[in-house]
């Protein structure tokens, strides 16, 4: 052990500490649901991602069972090493059908599927311009590349600021290619981004848009197929990001766009090059939870009921719900400390809701980042919501 190594580290995180930036996993002894066990008490969760349910559905868990007995549970080797199985092949062809598009590939996260793509398509020749509130894998995926991106340079605009994109296009137009880059559905705040206007931007001045739909696969468009079926941008978006780990309900991210940008990511993609693929069962399990999302509506109803109930009933009670427009619904409280106070007592009142506090959103917009999901009873959501009223009284004395 290196004295040196260990003691940095160890003065680190009592920096985090001071600083209450500290972070520990509750431990989940349940299946991912509404209501489960954490820490050995019972909680209704309202920090999960399993938008759909899926994650523990009959018939997503059996498709995975029977892929074990067919192909065991490893791949063996990163695909083009170890030959690509057909399960995973036949993923891909189901989400290229689902997402209207010519081909998709899969990579192991949602993470490395930026973190591959990004710097994949992009040389010194080029510029990538990002909103100022993109996800932390997009953000990597960037400093990855060889492009110009820095906020310092003036490539990012602020929060779906389209007077500053077009101000930046405008600047941009010495550079070989122009690429855009955005989430569907910002993961912090809830709102969805402009992207009609993006496109028609990008079109106007020969850009190309990268849109990450983390948070809206399964969320929002036709069976929850993602912003660009949301807004009718079809053939418009030159790469989609989808993850597979939250309303798909396994784990996974891919990308979704021209045959030609499929060919090149399988050469060129260092995540997919470089790191074995998905155990068989994780494919398996996801075409089966493609299945329920195509041929029954109940779970998007059921998550959309409850997120319209659930903003207003916050809204009506005199939280803040920050304009979020889709299930992921922070509940404002600005101050870091008061935040983390308000997380606490919710959990004493079993609610599990994390705050979120900077340097994930800027300093002085702490929140409680809530998330109904097709899990949930309508039973569950005024539970919490009789929690946050009473929460909400107790610190305010
Ligand atoms: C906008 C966004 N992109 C990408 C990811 C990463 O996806 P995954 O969890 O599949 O790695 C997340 C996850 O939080 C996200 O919110």
């Given amino acids: 052990m290196n004295g040196t190594l260990q003691k940095w580290l160890g003065d680190q995180i009592e920096q985090l500490k001071a600083e209450n930036l500290y972070k520990v996993p509750k431990i989940l002894e349940t299946p991912a ?8 008490k019972e909680v209704i969760n309202l920090s999960s991602n399993n938008y759909l349910g899926l994650a523990n559905h009959p018939k997503v868990r059996q498709a995975a069972e029977a892929a074990i007995e067919k192909w065991g549970v490893g791949a ?45 398509v992009v040389t010194d020749k080029d510029v990538i311009i990002s909103d100022e509130l993109n996800h932390a894998s997009i953000i990597d995926g960037v400093r ?20 500053g994109l077009e101000k930046i296009l405008k600047g941009a137009q010495s550079f070989q290619k122009r690429m855009i880059i955005t989430d569907g559905v910002f993961s912090m705040d809830g709102d969805i981004a402009p992207l009609p206007e993006i496109v028609r931007l990008a079109e106007q001045y020969n850009a190309f848009v990268m849109v990450d739909d983390a948070h809206a696969s399964g969320v929002l468009g036709k ?26 309900g396994v784990v996974g991210g891919y990308i979704a766009g021209s045959a030609v940008l499929k060919d090149w990511l399988i050469n060129r993609g ?31 109803r059921r998550l959309w009921e409850n997120t319209r109930w659930w903003k207003s009933a916050l809204q009506e009670a005199g939280f803040d719900t920050m304009g979020s427009e889709t299930p992921i619904t922070p509940v404002y409280v600005g101050d870091e400390k008061a935040a983390q106070e308000m997380e ?54």
């Avoid at 990855?144 to 007077?163: P, Q, R, T, W």
């Fill in 344 to 397: 606490r007592a919710l959990w004493d009142e079993g609610v599990y809701a994390l705050s979120i506090v900077y340097p994930t959103v800027a300093k002085g917009k702490a929140r409680i980042r809530t998330m109904p999901s097709a899990a949930h009873s309508h039973e569950d959501l005024e539970a919490a919501l009789a929690a946050f009223e009473r929460v909400r009284d107790r610190l305010a004395r």
């Fill in 76 to 120: 063996g080797a990163v695909r083009w090493i170890g030959g690509t199985m057909s399960v995973h092949e036949e993923l891909e062809e189901r989400l290229a059908k689902f997402k209207h598009v010519e081909a998709v590939l899969v990579f192991t996260s949602g993470f490395t599927a930026n973190a591959g793509t990004i710097p994949a």
């Fill in 270 to 300: 260092r995540p997919y090059l470089f790191s074995t693929a998905h155990p068989p069962m994780v494919a398996a399990a996801l075409i089966a939870a493609l299945d329920i999302m195509e041929t029954d509506p109940e779970p998007m």
């Fill in 223 to 248: 069976n929850g197929a993602g912003t660009t079926s949301h807004f009718n941008l079809y053939g418009r978006v030159d790469i989609q990001l989808g993850t597979l780990s939250k309303a798909l």
């Fill in 33 to 40: 649901g509404g209501r489960v066990r954490m820490n050995g």
């Fill in 144 to 163: 990855l590349s060889a492009a110009k991106y820095k906020k310092s340079e003036g490539f990012v605009y602020s929060h779906k600021d389209m007077e």
